[in-house]
């Protein structure tokens, strides 16, 4: 017996156990979110997936969820660290209120507090798996922006988080304009959305659009995109490409 | 005020329902040299008298600025007045650093008003000797808040605070109403004004004052020497012969009135 061995305490943070403590990779994700700023505030898509690996195991997951008088939020990445955010907001917004004076946070202080939050937790080597899009009006002033897990952040006309800046965000340079009417809005936003389910094997057919203005925040209904499978180059893929499936 | 034996300590309550510690703070208040602010809807001016201990040495900083939309005059121990004042600083900093945006004044001061009533009820400890003149915007507008030793907290069209100051207020009490819509330089004007009531027949010059402006689109900043003196001049200030006159007259009245009213059994801190 070697009484000279020190007792390492149970809840060490050296060695092997110590990286259980922090998150390594995310399990339950959400897929991406598409954000534009148009003539009455901003609008926002996500779906309601929540994919387990490559199983589309959870169907009925609002990845987008409104923050205090004036901000929207959606995340895509791991689910429960949305969640976990969400509770952070809460006390933060809650706060906020009780001063009951007269003065809000607005998105602009809400993408801030959130970018330090990310960073600061990038730092430790324990981050956050989000990619974060916020967006909100106050006092007649739009604000869209958007916080990586990283803690990269930056504001735009149009953002997206994930695929979405592969496939929607090209889209959106070249159709998006100042002052878009709501209506071109969202077919601007389905267009992107509809490209995504196409393209993202972790986009499921069950939308939802949100909408910020100063009047406040609305969340549609669920509801699904038609699409169209009858192009030639679905009808016979190995046309082009002999041996594929 | 009398030495009474329930006096020596902050956390000993008197049979009246006082606590001298805290009223005998703000008598160092009263002692300070005077400073004065007043507002608009959209500028708040603060104004103190610069008092040197000789001529040789240099006058004491009585007005700090806290951020770009918040600053501070005080009155009382200025040594207190400028570790309250890195506090105040702070907190702007943390504030704009987390959320990219001016922390509202109306927190600050609360926070600074929590801040002075631990040192009300913590027996190793003594209250702030100093009151502070708050400057500052928010979402709501221009505010003025007069900051206490007891740790209270009024908002103010306009105030003076320090010795003879209760002849800037007299001069402030009849012309505030027209505040609200005064210009920002008409502002400055009444500051002059109200200082060269505390100086009790004393020429008013720039060497003896400090002006301070913050406004919507405007930062933070002491007015130059010259700047001031000019303003001084253009309003003719000096010439005018009825208000040191009719200043000395409420002096002599004013004075003894204070003595009195302390001494009465009214706790000033209510007020």
Redesign the interface.
Same mark, same amino acid.
């Given at each position: 017996m070697n009484f000279m061995a020190s007792k390492q305490p149970e809840n060490c943070l050296l060695g092997p156990e110590s990286d259980s403590q922090r998150t390594l990779y995310p399990y339950v994700t959400g897929t991406s979110v598409v954000a534009l700023k148009y003539k009455d505030g901003i609008l926002m898509a996500a779906d309601l997936g929540g994919s387990y690996g490559s199983t589309l195991r959870y169907k009925n997951v609002e990845r987008m969820k409104p923050i205090g008088k004036h901000s929207l939020l959606g995340a895509s990445g791991e689910i429960s660290d949305f969640q976990e955010i969400l509770r952070y907001l809460d006390d933060l917004i809650l706060y906020d209120n009780m001063?009951d004076?007269? /003065?809000?946070?607005?998105p602009?202080?809400v993408? /801030?507090?959130l970018t330090?939050v990310m960073y600061n937790r990038r730092n430790k080597f324990n981050p956050l798996w989000n990619s974060l899009v916020l967006g909100g009006v106050k006092k007649g002033e739009k604000y869209l922006g958007t916080v990586s897990m990283i803690g990269v952040n930056f504001e735009d006309n149009h953002v997206a988080t994930g695929f979405g800046n592969h496939l929607a965000r090209p889209i959106l340079r070249q159709d998006w304009h100042e002052n878009l009417s709501f209506e071109d809005g969202v077919k601007l936003l389905e267009k992107c959305m509809r490209v995504l389910l196409y393209r993202d094997r972790s986009a499921i057919n069950k939308l939802q659009i949100a909408k910020i203005t100063e009047e406040g925040v609305t969340i549609s209904q669920p509801y699904s995109l038609k699409t169209y499978w009858e192009f030639s180059a679905f009808a016979n893929p190995a046309q082009g490409a002999v041996g594929t499936w | 005020m009398f030495r009474n034996q329930y006096d020596t300590d902050v956390t000993t309550w008197s049979p009246a329902g006082r606590l001298f510690q805290v009223e005998y703070a703000m008598e160092a208040v009263k002692q300070g040299s005077a400073a004065i602010g007043l507002r608009s809807k959209t500028h708040i001016v603060l104004g103190c008298v610069n008092k040197a201990n000789s001529e040789l040495s240099s006058h004491q900083k009585k007005i700090f600025k806290v951020d770009d939309h918040i600053g501070v005059a005080i009155a009382g121990l200025t040594a207190d007045g400028r570790v309250l004042s890195r506090y105040m600083r702070n907190e702007c900093i943390n504030y704009s650093f987390t959320y990219e945006s001016p922390l509202p004044v109306g927190r600050l001061v609360v926070q600074l008003a929590d801040k002075a009533q631990v040192c009300t009820q913590r027996s190793w400890k003594r209250p702030y000797g100093v009151g502070l003149l708050v400057a500052g915007l928010d979402e709501s507008g221009a505010h003025l808040y007069y900051n206490c030793p007891s740790g209270n907290y009024f908002e103010y069209q306009a105030f003076a605070i320090g010795s003879r100051s209760q002849a800037a207020k007299t001069y402030l009490e009849r012309k505030f109403e027209n505040f609200t819509d005064a210009s920002r330089d008409d502002l400055v004007k009444d500051a002059l004004m109200a200082i060269r009531e505390t100086l009790q027949g004393e020429t008013l010059k720039s060497s003896v004052c400090t002006i301070a402006v913050v406004g919507v689109g405007e930062p933070f900043h002491i007015l130059d020497q010259g700047t001031v003196q000019q303003m001084i001049d253009a309003f003719e200030i000096v010439g005018e012969q009825e208000g040191p006159d009719a200043a000395a007259g409420q002096e002599a009245s004013a004075e003894p009135e204070q003595g009195a009213g302390a001494g009465e059994g009214v706790a000033p801190m209510d007020i």
């Amino acid at each position: 017996m070697n009484f000279m061995a020190s007792k390492q305490p149970e809840n060490c943070l050296l060695g092997p156990e110590s990286d259980s403590q922090r998150t390594l990779y995310p399990y339950v994700t959400g897929t991406s979110v598409v954000a534009l700023k148009y003539k009455d505030g901003i609008l926002m898509a996500a779906d309601l997936g929540g994919s387990y690996g490559s199983t589309l195991r959870y169907k009925n997951v609002e990845r987008m969820k409104p923050i205090g008088k004036h901000s929207l939020l959606g995340a895509s990445g791991e689910i429960s660290d949305f969640q976990e955010i969400l509770r952070y907001l809460d006390d933060l917004i809650l706060y906020d209120n009780m001063w009951d004076d007269g /003065n809000s946070l607005g998105p602009k202080e809400v993408h /801030n507090y959130l970018t330090r939050v990310m960073y600061n937790r990038r730092n430790k080597f324990n981050p956050l798996w989000n990619s974060l899009v916020l967006g909100g009006v106050k006092k007649g002033e739009k604000y869209l922006g958007t916080v990586s897990m990283i803690g990269v952040n930056f504001e735009d006309n149009h953002v997206a988080t994930g695929f979405g800046n592969h496939l929607a965000r090209p889209i959106l340079r070249q159709d998006w304009h100042e002052n878009l009417s709501f209506e071109d809005g969202v077919k601007l936003l389905e267009k992107c959305m509809r490209v995504l389910l196409y393209r993202d094997r972790s986009a499921i057919n069950k939308l939802q659009i949100a909408k910020i203005t100063e009047e406040g925040v609305t969340i549609s209904q669920p509801y699904s995109l038609k699409t169209y499978w009858e192009f030639s180059a679905f009808a016979n893929p190995a046309q082009g490409a002999v041996g594929t499936w | 005020m009398f030495r009474n034996q329930y006096d020596t300590d902050v956390t000993t309550w008197s049979p009246a329902g006082r606590l001298f510690q805290v009223e005998y703070a703000m008598e160092a208040v009263k002692q300070g040299s005077a400073a004065i602010g007043l507002r608009s809807k959209t500028h708040i001016v603060l104004g103190c008298v610069n008092k040197a201990n000789s001529e040789l040495s240099s006058h004491q900083k009585k007005i700090f600025k806290v951020d770009d939309h918040i600053g501070v005059a005080i009155a009382g121990l200025t040594a207190d007045g400028r570790v309250l004042s890195r506090y105040m600083r702070n907190e702007c900093i943390n504030y704009s650093f987390t959320y990219e945006s001016p922390l509202p004044v109306g927190r600050l001061v609360v926070q600074l008003a929590d801040k002075a009533q631990v040192c009300t009820q913590r027996s190793w400890k003594r209250p702030y000797g100093v009151g502070l003149l708050v400057a500052g915007l928010d979402e709501s507008g221009a505010h003025l808040y007069y900051n206490c030793p007891s740790g209270n907290y009024f908002e103010y069209q306009a105030f003076a605070i320090g010795s003879r100051s209760q002849a800037a207020k007299t001069y402030l009490e009849r012309k505030f109403e027209n505040f609200t819509d005064a210009s920002r330089d008409d502002l400055v004007k009444d500051a002059l004004m109200a200082i060269r009531e505390t100086l009790q027949g004393e020429t008013l010059k720039s060497s003896v004052c400090t002006i301070a402006v913050v406004g919507v689109g405007e930062p933070f900043h002491i007015l130059d020497q010259g700047t001031v003196q000019q303003m001084i001049d253009a309003f003719e200030i000096v010439g005018e012969q009825e208000g040191p006159d009719a200043a000395a007259g409420q002096e002599a009245s004013a004075e003894p009135e204070q003595g009195a009213g302390a001494g009465e059994g009214v706790a000033p801190m209510d007020i």
